[in-house]
């Protein structure tokens, strides 16, 4: 039998699954449009909807993902809870095979979260506090660390997380992570913190990850902020709508037109209001690019296609930074034999019985989280004083051709400070995607990265590990040349997405769109790369946006 505190996570779940839709929404005149409901524009539609003088509808193009949302793309062993699989922390690895319909399709050239919540409905939760030198280094004026520190606070006050996620206050799966901890602490020199106890601390910094997992949940905005919002009532979240395009009168947004259920709507704004695009780094820069807004080259192909809907050269926003400057992780994934080890496999549709009901009856064991058991980090140093940084995490199994009871994953990715970026780019149909030179257009990334990989295999001589498929004996080039070689190992996506819209060239540092009065860009776009996952800075950042937008006139 489900436990009391269980039963009242359902019953709550219920409660807020009815859709608050009235009929006359997109005849209704709005103080603020948000455009894509991942963690930034749930954040800022929330914080918006604070004021109840203003009214706020947030848009998304996707449909339903947690239970909370109506939801119900589950396995069998779920199918007599009102859990979907996004709830369910220890299915994340399970969304990159099969089918599903939380993800972007055919809508983008590349893999991201198309539903309610974003990518925080599809990744692993993890939620890493970036080191202060990140916005004291990378970011402009206003976006500093001390500029910041409100918007941190908040952020915890109003999302859980936790290093520790099974309801019976036991880690599992720890066998990687003593080996891991046996190798990098007790043999190269590395610090076990609790990471965000110790944000800044990130110089061969090593510990348990932390996951925005709510009572052996997944949590995230949508069930933080976005349940909160859900109670007021001039807060709006309207799903299944595809935003085409923004409306303008020059340099003033009018409204947004929008897809809904196969009939073109147009949806307005009220006088002095604001649309607020969040549709992440990739959709984001192709609003502006259909409204108009960004590289002149790319508006002339869509005026040419007739998408631009009789907007005059004239009346165009030419500014080539609108898709610029696009980031990703480039990783390594380096398979680790242990005989300490014991390598654990997730199962999307038949769990291990007896890990399937300690997650249904009481919120515990491996399922209550992603799957990765130890994470660290460090910096390569350059002899300019720059620097760029460096994080790996540990999964708890092998990949690809090494699956066995003793192997597990470490996944290593360069972070901060990386020279290589690319930009979005519109394909033959007008689908936004990245361009090719995101990844090791510099080669001093692939330098840098090679060079971290070399220092840690430096400190495996005397543990019990032995990296299979890139060799310890490897030399630096060697390194350089396996993980700038496309394979199933190497060269990979991490999709995490971002600064393809930057402070200070596509956007002012208000988030307000240069050459705009009234339209903003409040997501990933605007972030710089981090030397954590970004998924915490977005949501700073959204924070950060709620302050300055409510400060305009």
């Known amino acids: 039998m489900l436990s009391l505190r269980i039963l009242l996570l359902q019953a709550v779940s219920l409660a807020f699954a009815a859709p608050l839709s009235p009929q006359t929404w997109a005849t209704t005149l709005w103080d603020f449009i948000v455009v894509g409901s991942g963690p930034a524009g749930i954040i800022i539609a929330s914080r918006l909807s604070q004021n109840g003088s203003k009214n706020v509808l947030l848009l998304e193009g996707g449909g339903p993902s947690y239970g909370v949302t109506g939801g119900t793309e589950r396995p069998a062993w779920l199918a007599s809870t009102n859990l979907s699989r996004v709830d369910v922390p220890g299915l994340y690895s399970s969304i990159f095979s099969g089918s599903t319909s939380l993800t972007c399709g055919t809508y983008v050239s590349a893999f991201q979260g198309c539903t309610i919540g974003g990518n925080s409905a599809i990744n692993a939760g993890l939620f890493f506090e970036p080191p202060a030198s990140d916005f004291d280094a ?7 660390h001390n500029n910041l520190v409100a918007s941190i606070n908040r952020l915890y006050s109003a999302q859980p997380s936790t290093n520790i996620t099974s309801l019976d206050g036991v880690r599992y ?12 602490v007790g043999k190269a020199g590395y610090t076990e913190y609790d990471i965000n106890k110790h944000a800044s601390s990130k110089t061969k910094a090593f510990g348990h990850p932390i996951y925005d997992v709510s009572n052996g949940q997944r949590g995230g905005p949508v069930i933080s902020y976005l349940q909160t919002a859900l109670k007021r009532p001039n807060f709006l979240l309207q799903s299944g709508v595809w935003v085409q395009r923004v409306f303008r009168a020059g340099n003033s947004a009018t409204g947004v037109l929008a897809n809904v259920s196969g009939t073109m709507t147009t949806i307005s704004l009220a006088p002095k209001g604001r649309v607020i695009l969040s549709g992440g780094a990739l959709k984001s820069p192709e609003l502006l690019m259909k409204s108009g807004i960004g590289d002149p080259a790319t508006l002339t192909r869509l005026s040419q296609a007739g998408l631009l809907s009789g907007l005059l050269s004239s009346q165009w926003i030419n500014n080539t930074a609108v898709g610029a400057g696009l980031f990703d992780n480039p990783n390594t994934f380096i398979e680790l034999s242990d005989p300490n080890v014991q390598a654990y496999s997730y199962s999307y549709d038949v769990p291990v019985p007896s890990d ?8 515990y064991g491996p399922y209550t989280f992603a799957g990765e058991v130890s994470l660290f980090w460090d910096y390569v140093k350059h002899t300019d004083g720059t620097k760029a940084g460096m994080q790996g995490t540990i999964g708890p199994a092998g990949y690809d051709q090494y699956t066995n009871s003793m192997t597990v994953t470490l996944n290593v990715y360069g972070t901060s400070g990386l020279k290589s970026t690319g930009s979005v780019v519109l394909n033959s149909n007008f689908v936004p995607g990245p361009s090719g030179s995101v990844y090791y257009s510099n080669p001093q990334d692939a330098t840098d990265i090679a060079t971290f990989i070399q220092r840690i295999y430096a400190a495996l001589p005397g543990t019990s590990i032995t990296p299979l498929n890139l060799a310890q004996n490897s030399t630096l080039q060697q390194i350089i040349t396996y993980i700038t070689t496309g394979s199933a190992y190497a060269r990979g996506e991490t999709n995490h997405w971002s600064s393809s819209c930057r402070i200070g060239a596509c956007v002012d540092n208000n988030t307000q769109v240069i050459g705009m009065t009234n339209m903003h860009v409040v997501d990933a776009s605007i ?3 981090l030397t954590v996952n970004p998924q915490f800075g977005v949501m700073v950042a959204a924070e950060r946006a709620w302050e300055l937008i409510s400060a305009l006139p």
């Open 356 to 363: 399937e009901n300690l997650y249904l009856q009481h919120r």
């Open 138 to 144: 990378y970011f402009p004026t206003g976006w500093q």
């Open 527 to 529: 972030i710089l790369p």
């Open 173 to 184: 799966l720890q066998s990687g992570y003593t080996a891991a901890y046996n190798w990098l």
